[in-house]
């Protein structure tokens, strides 16, 4: 369907064989590696990033075990206690992690008061970025703390028209924003998308954001071909393919 191939910078693995944990009373259905794979068939994905989900919580198998399974050009954005110990950072950055994510939205992730300690740590030891799943409206409380962090990633665009005035000044400093989640926004998302390249082509990164858990629409193929259509070749192959790449270095052929 498309004849460039694509990173993609945002999905999840579910598998109820490892531990899951009810958010709000929600947890999501199984999405295994083979489902992922059939439904970006089309899409020539080849790389990307598996991203914990409020859900998972701390667990490390799961994540590890799908990285297994998608192989080379792969990596991981994993959710980890203040407590982990450098040993056991240094071994998941081995192993394929290259982020750690606060999930202020949802919950299940590290407190964020522990942002600044555990963000700088995990940059000097294996230059790990910290990624967030925030609605915008919030940065102004943290933007003393993302300010001190070398490099940050914003989920979903941020996903709030009232915060958009916060999450651009970020971009500006050098954030990286993840295009993904569309349904989740609450703004016209080429509007912003070109807002931010405007300002860094190297900040965007789109994902697929499969399976999509609680928005209210699933990732389709017209999301993918949005940018497609309404980029220049050179920033959509930015947006797709060579910022992530840049941003997360997986290791093996992309």
Request: with cysteine; aromatic share 8%; proline share 6%.
């Amino acid at each position: 369907m498309f004849d460039k191939p694509v990173f993609d910078a945002h999905l999840h693995i579910i598998d109820h064989r490892f531990p899951l944990q009810p958010n709000e009373g929600y947890l999501p259905a199984d999405f295994s590696v083979a489902d992922y794979q059939q439904q970006v068939g089309p899409l020539n994905i080849q790389g990307g990033a598996v991203v914990s989900g409020s859900f998972q919580g701390f667990d490390q198998v799961y994540l590890l075990e799908a990285l297994k399974q998608l192989g080379p050009g792969y990596v991981g954005v994993t959710q980890i206690p203040a407590s982990t110990t450098d040993e056991e950072i240094i071994a998941l950055h081995n192993a394929g992690i290259r982020a750690v994510r606060f999930n202020v939205q949802r919950g299940g992730s590290e407190s964020v008061k522990f942002l600044e300690q555990l963000g700088l740590r995990v940059y000097d030891l294996v230059k790990w970025h910290v990624e967030l799943y925030v609605d915008s409206r919030q940065l102004p409380g943290l933007s003393t703390t993302l300010h001190k962090l070398p490099a940050v990633v914003i989920d979903h665009l941020g996903l709030s028209k009232a915060g958009l005035k916060y999450l651009l000044p970020l971009v500006e400093k050098g954030a990286r924003v993840k295009a993904t989640g569309f349904s989740r926004c609450d703004f016209d998302v080429l509007t912003a998308m070109r807002q931010i390249t405007a300002i860094n082509a190297g900040a965007l990164l789109f994902g697929t954001d499969l399976p999509s858990t609680r928005a209210p629409r699933p990732f389709a193929a017209t999301d993918l071909q949005l940018i497609l259509n309404n980029f220049p070749t050179d920033i959509a192959a930015k947006i797709c393919r060579e910022n992530a790449l840049a941003l997360y270095k997986p290791v093996g052929k992309n």
